[in-house]
């Protein structure tokens, strides 16, 4: 009984807040979603394709709210800024939410959670997260796991890489000790590298979400109120 009431209120809810949207769309009609598509499985490419969880996302999102989608793979550094100031519509990423953020954009329902964890090399001396101390960590420039490995280890241990991918290379070359990165790109790489493990030391456990400008509140609520829905009504776990 309680499920059938939430999902005629969540039905309910959806309908207006799309209503809502509706009225204030722009004229041709895109939902313009940036990511940085290096972070297998959520965006990563197919041949000339992007393709992954966020952009399914997206997709169902675009197509609830009668737009086209356009997927834009943008440096990870500046998606926030790109939202922020409308140039985007929504960022989807494989996207922490944290306090920096929320001062400057407004974060959706959060769909996943995710896992910092450290990449080293098989036989490596680190065996946990305090056998980074005085070690050289890789990470992708602006990601949580370059602040939190900035913030305890010190900006001078801390090498900062375009891409988690190039991170990895930087490993297997000797260049790092270690990555830090998000679980789930985590197992990829080590999948397609040889002589890579994770350990079984989490380092910081986060949660996932959309990010959409504060300026455009009809937007978010049509996003967040559809994330609500997948997470929750349909409990789609990603
Ligand atoms: N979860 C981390 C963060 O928000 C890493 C996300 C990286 N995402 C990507 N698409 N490259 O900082």
Known sequence: MKKIVSVILAVMMLLAAVSMF?????????????TNATF???EFYEGEKMVGI??????AIAEKLGMTLEVKDMEF???ISAVEGGVVDVVLAGLTVNEERLEKVNFSTSYAKGVQVIIVKEGSDIADV????GKIIGVQAGTTGDIYASDDFGEENVTKYANGALAVEGLKTGKVDCVIIDNEPAKNYV???????????EYVEEM????MSKDNEALYTAVAVFMWLLTTVFSREY
């Not at 509706?22 to 940036?34: I, Y």
């Not at 305090?130 to 101390?133: A, F, I, M, P, R």
């Not at 996932?208 to 990010?211: D, F, L």
């Open 22 to 34: 509706a009225s204030c769309k722009k004229e041709d009609n895109t939902l313009v979603m940036a």
């Open 40 to 42: 297998p499985p959520y």
């Open 54 to 59: 966020d952009v399914e996302i997206a997709t």
């Open 77 to 79: 550094d500046s998606l």
């Open 130 to 133: 305090d056998g980074l101390e």
């Open 191 to 201: 999948a397609a590298n040889e002589g890579l493990k994770i350990l079984e030391t």
């Open 208 to 211: 996932y979400a959309g990010a």
